[in-house]
């Protein structure tokens, strides 16, 4: 055995070690999968939900955690979260998510928007696809999700979702799904 090289019991059990928790990851990676999957709504399903409840212990009316870790396009990771006590949802004015809402109310801008979120970035990409309209059509659409903060513009006749508005963009689109 050369100097500094450990013993091979020690080897043998770091190699056991890694094998345990690369064993442990795998089962959490699966389990994780068949969880979203699930089609029941036991408590046992969920992860975030324990955490929300001991963060709002002091909170009458409970409250909303909305969370996402998603790779963007440009390969960047984007992480996003809210949390809100209900009280202050409630409480709160409405009328002002009424144009984010409303940007998102129309079958053409959905379709643009999820278009955009896969790849697509230029107008003369967008065109491309069946049944949005014509190209005044099209950049009408796109000026009301810029308006609403939905898009931005990257460049002429370029758009993209901005990084900040990815995952609340995916938390409506699958809080509006039944």
Known sequence: ????????????????????????????????????????????TYWALPKLRERLQAVA?????????????????????????????????????????????????????????????AVTELMELEGLGTTGQIYHHLRQLVSAGWLETTGRGRYRIPPTRLVPLLVVVTGARR
């Open 61 to 121: 009316r409970g409250g909303v955690l909305f969370t996402g870790s998603v790779v963007g396009l440009d390969g960047e990771l984007v992480e996003w979260e809210r949390s809100e006590a209900t009280e202050s949802v409630l409480s709160s004015d409405w009328s002002e998510a009424a144009e984010a809402l409303g940007a998102l109310g129309h079958p053409v801008r959905l379709r643009l928007i999820q278009a955009l979120a896969e790849g697509r970035t």
């Open 1 to 44: 055995m050369s100097d500094g090289a450990p013993p091979w019991d020690a080897l043998a059990g770091q190699v056991a070690e890694l094998s345990r928790r690369l064993t442990e990851l795998e089962e959490r990676v699966q389990g994780g999968a068949r969880e979203s999957l699930a089609d029941d709504a036991s408590t046992e």
